[in-house]
């Protein structure tokens, strides 16, 4: 089903400027949803729409980040073929299952796992250096994909954020090389959970293209600037969005939910 939104060409300049914002932030840290989201909320849509919505722009946004660091060599696809299927299968899920299972209870969870990312970062400063012919245990990529592609499918905030982290837990990588893992596998599990909400006709297409070239260009630029500045740029930005997550969601389904 194709929607058509009537909507200010003004709230559509201020949505492309949070949706290029949003695709700088999450290509070097994660998080763009935590404003992609309020300002789709805040420019009207019904809340269906919304997860839809975002879902098309952020494919756009993570195809640019995961492609970038691609051709740096910072991730290779077939040392991680289990985790992208784990993912995918995991998304698809999690999609599907938004529609069927209430999450009021995920959602009282959510700031306490965010902010354990950010934790995280804190108590371990400077993360080990690995090489980069490393090779991540392939064993641990089926669970690890399933649980966060399914989270990325029924929720989504903080995605990013939790690929980066457990990939620093789980696998010989540095803080740059988990970056490109995350943003790698945010795109498939975006993708995958986009075929859903398209099969479900919830999507505003017109509105989630034009914020996906936005969010895309500001990927570019935020992928190149991660890179560039390696870990040394990415662990601050990393756990300021991590406390905006975390403050925000414990705002929405604490305070005022209360």
Known sequence: MFLELALEPTTLAALAAVAFLAGFVDAIAGGGGLLTIPALLTAGLPPHLVLG?????????????????????????????????????GAGLGAWGAHLLPGSWLNQML????FACGLYMLINPKPAQRTAASTPRTGRQWPQGLALGFYDGIAGPGTGAFWTVSSLLLYPLDLLRASAVARSMNFVSNAM????????????????????????????????TAIGGGARLIRPVFILVVLAL???LAWQHWIGAA
């Open 193 to 224: 959970a986009l075929a859903v909400f398209v099969a479900a006709g919830q999507v505003a297409w017109a509105l989630g293209i034009g914020m996906g070239l936005a969010l895309m260009l500001g990927a570019f630029f935020g992928a190149r």
């Open 246 to 248: 975390t403050l925000r």
């Open 111 to 114: 700031p306490v796992v965010v």
């Open 53 to 89: 919505t975002n879902k098309l722009c952020a494919t756009f946004g993570s195809a640019t980040a995961a492609w970038t660091f691609y051709r740096r060599r910072l991730f290779e696809p077939r040392a991680w073929r289990r985790a992208l299927l784990a993912t995918a299968c």
